[in-house]
């Protein structure tokens, strides 16, 4: 399984990288705020979780979007332009965008990347052809994600002195959010029989969770969803899968389910018709109830409680 980050055309990386240098910059939100933009669902709902409403805050790419593939608009470079801060994911997670991210850094804009803030020993590595590469989706472990907390804070408070301790407070508040999560994950997978704790989907975004709670965890695709998974790929998967006995595989909400259903007819395995949120968070308020709370699939806590809840019933039916 190969990495592939050519995905977003260099035509439109150019034209974007081409707006970015050339716009006026208008660091005001419009209401006072400082304005950040975030690329990603996940790092903007982290920044509005640490930011509270002290701060504008816009993202880029909208929920199901898949970030590896992304095409900038015709009004992200003004937007990117007028931002006090730049948050983005890192590790290649937004292909060719981030070329443009850490030119605008080089520039000395404030950007920061929140993979790249962790020390690369705490990182998988994406695959063994391309030494160096490591996994971008951290998010996965909520342990992880909790540790790239403090890096942003920290990046907030360069553009709001005054609010500084206000995240702070909100950090230390959803890092212990964050450690309810993953106590409760680790419970609730760890009810998986031994034999069925193997999570098959259409490309390799859950390792950092397969890490965290000991599951087995196989893709179709490569680390990044551009890559085409070969016959050769598929054939393995199919034999595997026949040999497991596992009893689902599972879609993801970013990307096309056609191939993994493939496998699965082939494989005579079920497919899940609970689809996994890998790269990106559900829409804002679609909601749904779990152990008597409401959880919203649009944040991070909610789509985190949404996967490991299906996948728990799906392998311990």
Same mark, same amino acid.
């Given at each position: 399984?190969?990495?592939?980050?050519r #995905?977003?055309?260099?035509?439109?990386?150019?034209?974007?990288?081409? *707006?970015?240098?050339?716009?006026?910059? @208008?660091?005001?939100?419009?209401?006072?705020?400082?304005?950040?933009?975030?690329?990603?669902?996940?790092?903007?709902?982290?920044?509005?979780?640490?930011?509270?409403?002290?701060?504008?805050?816009?993202?880029? %790419?909208?929920?199901?979007?898949?970030?590896? #593939?992304?095409?900038?608009?015709? *009004?992200?470079?003004?937007?990117? +332009?007028?931002?006090?801060?730049?948050?983005?994911?890192?590790?290649?997670? $937004?292909?060719?965008?981030q070329? &443009?991210? $850490?030119? %605008?850094?080089?520039?000395?804009?404030?950007?920061?990347?929140?993979? +790249? =803030?962790?020390?690369?020993?705490?990182?998988?590595?994406?695959?063994?052809?391309?030494?160096?590469?490591?996994?971008?989706h951290?998010?996965?472990?909520?342990?992880?994600?909790?540790?790239?907390?403090?890096?942003?804070?920290?990046?907030?408070?360069?553009?709001?002195?005054?609010?500084?301790?206000?995240?702070?407070?909100?950090?230390? #508040?959803?890092?212990?959010?964050? $450690?309810?999560?993953?106590?409760?994950?680790? $419970? &609730?997978?760890?009810?998986?029989?031994?034999?069925?704790?193997?999570?098959?989907?259409?490309?390799?975004?859950?390792?950092?969770?397969?890490?965290?709670?000991d599951?087995?965890?196989?893709?179709?695709?490569g680390?990044?969803?551009?890559?085409?998974?070969?016959?050769?790929?598929?054939?393995?998967?199919?034999?595997?899968?026949?040999? #497991?006995?596992?009893?689902?595989?599972?879609?993801e909400?970013?990307?096309?389910?056609?191939?993994?259903?493939?496998?699965?007819?082939?494989?005579?395995?079920?497919?899940?018709?609970? =689809?996994?949120?890998? @790269?990106?968070?559900?829409?804002?308020?679609?909601?749904? &109830?779990?152990?008597?709370? &409401?959880h919203?699939?649009? =944040?991070? =806590?909610? %789509?985190?409680?949404?996967?490991?809840?299906?996948?728990?019933?799906?392998?311990?039916p």
């Amino acid at each position: 399984m190969r990495l592939n980050y050519r #995905s977003l055309p260099a035509l439109a990386a150019a034209i974007l990288a081409a *707006g970015v240098v050339s716009c006026g910059r @208008d660091t005001s939100a419009g209401d006072g705020r400082p304005l950040v933009v975030a690329t990603t669902t996940m790092a903007a709902d982290l920044v509005r979780e640490i930011g509270g409403d002290r701060l504008d805050v816009r993202g880029l %790419m909208g929920p199901d979007v898949d970030p590896h #593939s992304y095409i900038p608009r015709i *009004g992200d470079s003004r937007l990117l +332009e007028r931002a006090d801060l730049v948050v983005f994911n890192g590790h290649h997670l $937004e292909g060719r965008l981030q070329r &443009t991210l $850490e030119e %605008m850094s080089g520039r000395g804009r404030r950007v920061v990347a929140l993979a +790249e =803030t962790l020390d690369p020993s705490q990182l998988i590595a994406a695959a063994e052809d391309f030494p160096g590469a490591l996994d971008p989706h951290i998010w996965g472990d909520p342990m992880l994600w909790a540790a790239v907390i403090d890096p942003l804070a920290d990046a907030l408070a360069t553009i709001d002195p005054e609010g500084a301790g206000v995240f702070r407070e909100r950090a230390a #508040s959803y890092r212990a959010e964050l $450690e309810t999560l993953d106590a409760w994950a680790r $419970e &609730t997978l760890g009810e998986i029989p031994a034999g069925q704790r193997v999570l098959v989907t259409s490309h390799d975004a859950f390792h950092y969770l397969g890490n965290a709670y000991d599951l087995e965890v196989r893709g179709l695709q490569g680390v990044s969803s551009a890559s085409e998974a070969g016959l050769r790929d598929r054939r393995d998967l199919v034999a595997f899968l026949r040999e #497991s006995g596992i009893p689902a595989v599972f879609p993801e909400s970013t990307i096309n389910p056609k191939a993994l259903e493939t496998v699965a007819q082939e494989a005579g395995v079920r497919i899940s018709d609970r =689809t996994l949120y890998s @790269d990106a968070l559900g829409k804002p308020g679609d909601t749904f &109830t779990l152990d008597g709370k &409401t959880h919203d699939r649009g =944040t991070y =806590t909610g %789509m985190m409680r949404h996967n490991i809840h299906t996948i728990a019933t799906e392998l311990n039916p």
